[in-house]
C-alpha cells in the first residue's frame, strides 16, 4: 500500500480522518517518486527521467481506493 504523509501520521502509522486530498499535487509527487526509484535503481537515466517530466508535466495519474482497516491496524509508512 502506497500512502502520502497527508494520510499517514508518521510518527505513529496510523491514518489520519481526512475527507479531501488535493488530487493535483499527488499526481506531480507520484510522479516524483516514481522517477526517483526508477533512477536510483538504474532503470531510467537521469536524462530519461527528465524527458518523462517534460512529457509528462502535470505528473503520472494515480488512482485512489478507500482503504478499509480496523482500528488496531497500523500502517508503517516505506521508508
Known amino acids: 500500500m502506497i500512502a502520502t504523509r ?11 480522518e481526512i475527507n479531501f486530498i488535493e488530487s493535483r499535487s499527488s499526481f506531480i509527487q507520484w510522479r516524483e517518486a516514481v ?11 537521469p536524462t530519461e527521467s527528465s524527458s518523462f517530466r517534460k512529457a509528462y508535466r502535470k505528473g503520472f495519474h ?12 497500523v500502517l508503517f509508512p516505506y521508508r
Open 6 to 16: 497527508d494520510l499517514v501520521n508518521v510518527a505513529t502509522g496510523e491514518i489520519r
Open 35 to 45: 522517477l526517483r526509484h526508477l533512477v536510483r535503481k538504474k532503470i531510467l537515466s
Open 62 to 73: 494515480c488512482y485512489f481506493q478507500p482503504i478499509n482497516g480496523k482500528e488496531n491496524d
